[in-house]
């Protein structure tokens, strides 16, 4: 079962336009940590940013802002007032903890949302 | 300073080569992992070596085998290579496995001819 949905595949925006970006996650885990990363053209996969499952305040960082809802396990992304370099893939991640013994822990990523930013 | 560093950024092999991949890190994290990404995918862990210990996804082929000479390198060796395992591969490095960002480098964008 994916255990990270980012349901839109590609989004097209004209530029100066706000744009969320969605991420809805699974987990058996009562403590976990989310994350968004930007993959931009070149390739090198960025953080953004983490939260932690018991921190559900929203966050704002310039034109970014995220929205941690547990009640409907979703972690949205806003981008306000979107300009050309805001084009790239986004993921959203999940980390999620092995079975104690059979596995190993990792982060979970989404399958990403390729925003275009148009001029 | 946060980086990643990955040598060579692109590679051309043939399917009867041996070549390595490198990957560098100076922040002093404990975890480093090696992924691999095609077009339009998200990265797929291949292998995790955090606090000396490796960890493998078991669907990675044997053709592909990591080496930690120190807890700032992870190489990455590959033999054999088909042709689907042309893809980027990303090296990453975090604090710790679990809760902790990840720091990616740029890549190695590997062609298998």
């Known amino acids: 079962a994916q255990k990270v949905t980012q349901a839109q595949t590609e989004i097209s925006v004209v530029e100066k336009e706000d744009v969320t970006l969605d991420c809805v996650y699974e987990?058996?885990?009562?403590?976990?940590?989310l994350f968004w990363y930007k993959q931009p053209p070149s390739g090198e996969l960025v953080f953004l940013i983490r939260?932690?499952?018991?921190?559900?305040q929203n966050e704002i960082s310039g034109r970014y802002s995220w929205n941690f809802q547990k009640s409907t396990s979703s972690f949205n992304f806003t981008i306000t007032a979107s300009q050309v370099v805001d084009s790239a893939v986004y993921f959203c991640a999940l980390s999620e903890a092995g079975v104690l013994g059979t596995s190993y822990d990792k982060v979970i990523f989404g399958p990403g949302t390729s925003l275009s930013v148009i001029p | 300073d946060t980086e990643v560093t990955q040598t060579p950024k692109h590679l051309v092999m043939g399917m009867t080569n041996k070549k390595s991949l490198k990957c560098e890190q100076h922040m002093g994290h404990r975890a480093m992992y090696w992924y691999k990404q095609k077009a339009k995918k998200p990265p797929e862990l291949m292998f995790v070596y955090s606090y000396e210990k490796l960890s493998i996804n078991e669907s990675v082929p044997s053709r592909f085998s990591p080496e930690c000479p120190n807890s700032s390198l992870l190489n990455l060796h590959l033999h054999a290579l088909q042709p689907e395992d042309s893809a980027l591969y990303l090296c990453?490095?975090?604090?710790?496995?679990?809760?902790?960002?990840?720091?990616f480098g740029p890549g190695t964008r590997l062609t298998v001819t």
């Open positions: 987990t058996r885990d009562t403590t976990y940590y």
């Open positions: 939260r932690n499952s018991f921190d559900e």
């Open positions: 990453a490095s975090s604090q710790d496995q679990r809760w902790s960002e990840q720091y």
